[in-house]
């Protein structure tokens, strides 16, 4: 029996899944994360390292990993690649000055070999703002299509409000499940 398969089958018993949460800053991050949490937003300040939250949905496990998306900071996102099964890149919809600079980072991320493999969910964030690109827009923008080496989806959705934020994650984590456990 392989590592890998011993692997599965200790993560499979306690059914938990690790999920990185990343983006440029200001994308909504924090605040998605707070909002599926079902905490207080109306104190959130720029993440300047990473926050962590161990939350039950569904019967699984998820520990999601929140890391601060400002350039000074994108050099450490690689510290926490390891063993990630999903990852949620989150774009502000409304900052069209900055959505080059999103897809650029995203694609570099996805080369990252200690993220092969982990299922991509994209947070067209802020849709609640007047002037958001849609997820279509967003869609060929980030090049989404050029994609082969992950299953990704791409979701609108507004932190602020909540909307949406559910079905995505539930994708999310139906794609992890499908891939990681099998089905006893």
Same mark, same amino acid.
């Not at 938990?16 to 207080?40: P, V």
């Not at 299922?119 to 967003?138: M, Y």
């Not at 080496?149 to 609108?156: A, D, K, L, N």
């Not at 949406?164 to 539930?170: P, Q, V």
């Given at each position: 029996?392989?590592?890998?398969?011993?692997?599965?089958?200790? $993560?499979?018993?306690?059914?938990?899944?690790?999920?990185? @949460?990343?983006?440029?800053?200001? +994308?909504? $991050?924090?605040?998605?994360?707070?909002?599926?949490?079902?905490?207080?937003?109306?104190?959130?300040?720029?993440?300047?390292?990473? !926050?962590?939250?161990?939350?039950? %949905?569904?019967?699984?496990?998820? !520990?999601?990993?929140?890391?601060?998306?400002? $350039?000074?900071?994108?050099?450490?996102?690689? !510290?926490?690649?390891?063993?990630?099964?999903?990852? @949620?890149?989150?774009?502000?919809?409304?900052?069209?000055?900055?959505?080059?600079?999103?897809? +650029?980072?995203? %694609?570099?991320?996805?080369?990252?070999?200690?993220?092969?493999?982990?299922?991509?969910?994209?947070?067209?964030?802020?849709?609640?703002?007047?002037? +958001?690109?849609?997820?279509?827009?967003?869609?060929?923008?980030?090049?989404?299509?050029?994609?082969?080496? %992950? %299953?990704?989806?791409?979701?609108?959705?507004? +932190?602020?409000?909540?909307? !949406?934020?559910?079905?995505? @994650?539930?994708?999310?984590?139906?794609? @992890?499940?499908?891939?990681?456990?099998?089905?006893?």
């Amino acid at each position: 029996m392989g590592f890998l398969t011993v692997l599965r089958k200790m $993560k499979q018993k306690e059914k938990e899944m690790r999920i990185l @949460i990343l983006g440029l800053d200001n +994308a909504g $991050k924090t605040t998605i994360l707070k909002r599926f949490n079902g905490e207080e937003i109306d104190t959130i300040s720029p993440t300047l390292g990473f !926050n962590i939250k161990t939350l039950e %949905h569904r019967g699984y496990k998820l !520990n999601m990993w929140d890391v601060g998306g400002q $350039k000074s900071l994108r050099s450490y996102w690689r !510290n926490y690649f390891e063993c990630t099964d999903g990852l @949620i890149w989150v774009v502000d919809s409304a900052d069209k000055r900055r959505l080059e600079d999103c897809r +650029a980072e995203l %694609h570099v991320l996805l080369k990252e070999e200690r993220l092969a493999g982990a299922t991509l969910l994209v947070f067209a964030n802020k849709q609640d703002l007047p002037g +958001a690109c849609s997820s279509e827009e967003l869609k060929d923008i980030l090049e989404l299509e050029k994609i082969k080496t %992950h %299953h990704w989806q791409i979701v609108w959705c507004s +932190a602020v409000t909540g909307q !949406n934020l559910l079905s995505g @994650i539930d994708w999310l984590i139906n794609d @992890i499940a499908a891939r990681i456990f099998t089905l006893d």
